[in-house]
């Protein structure tokens, strides 16, 4: 199944949930606490070293993520479209496991 259907599948099940769409309820900020609630989870898989609880944390926040753009009126392709073209060019170094950007770097 191609990425752009997961998408729509999603976006089908928010708004059959009332999430999103003319019915829809969710509200920005719910859909950001849901999300600080998900990324919590996947830090706790992180540090437990659970494979399959990292893969859930990321899907589902990959679901908040993509309800949200929703929610403030624009779509997750989009979003994600504006920040390759921002990371795109970016320069910079790995630095203790992270990619810091040349503009952060102090040498």
């Not at 969710?26 to 706790?44: N, S, Y």
Request: contains cysteine; charged residues 30%.
């Amino acid at each position: 199944m191609n990425i752009q259907h997961q998408i729509d599948l999603v976006r089908d099940w928010g708004k059959t949930k009332g999430i999103i769409g003319a019915n829809g309820t969710g509200t920005e900020k719910a859909q950001t606490m849901k999300l600080i609630e998900e990324v919590e989870e996947l830090v706790e898989a992180n540090f437990k070293n659970d494979h399959d609880e990292k893969i859930d944390a990321i899907g589902d926040c990959t679901v908040v993520l993509i309800l949200l753009a929703e929610i403030i009126g624009v779509s997750f392709e989009d979003c994600l479209e504006k920040a390759y073209q921002i990371i795109s060019n970016r320069t910079g170094e790995m630095v203790d496991g992270t990619f810091v950007k040349d503009t952060k770097l102090t040498k």
